[in-house]
């Protein structure tokens, strides 16, 4: 009998404080993936890279949402977190700035993840 395939979960939230639906609906699949033993990248662009700032995650609020700051704690556990260089350069944010853990990186590092073989996108 094969052994299954090992797959890469990449999501990739482009909303933040903006559209705070979208943001939590990206950190709470991605999050309850790694939490399920999924392998995951965690992309943080647009609105949402603000997030890789220490202390953002805390100021998020949606009724009835689990709290960013827990989620991206597991999300640095368990997978990968990664900042967009562009979104990142665009609001001056280096990487001095980012909480431990979180790297940023670009759309070759992003589509090297998505094109191997078994994984799977979501982008929100």
């Known amino acids: 009998m ?3 395939m090992a797959r890469l979960l990449v999501v990739k ?3 933040g404080a903006d559209a705070p639906e979208r943001c939590s609906q990206a950190f709470t699949v991605a999050s309850t993936a790694a939490a399920s033993g999924v392998d995951v990248s965690f992309w943080l662009t647009g609105e949402s890279t603000w997030f890789a ?5 805390a100021e998020f609020e949606l009724p009835h949402a689990a709290p960013l700051p ?3 704690d597991l999300l640095l556990a368990s997978g990968k977190v990664t900042a967009c260089t562009q979104c990142a350069a ?3 944010i280096t990487p001095a700035d980012v909480v431990p853990g979180i790297r ?14 078994g994984a799977q996108a979501l982008v929100y």
Do not use: K, Q, Y
Request: no cysteine; charged share 25%.
């Open 2 to 4: 094969l052994a299954p």
């Open 13 to 15: 939230a482009t909303a």
């Open 53 to 57: 700032l220490p202390g953002r995650a």
């Open 70 to 72: 827990d989620l991206l």
């Open 90 to 92: 665009r609001r001056e």
């Open 104 to 117: 940023i990186a670009g759309a070759a590092v992003f589509v090297e993840e998505v094109t191997t073989e």
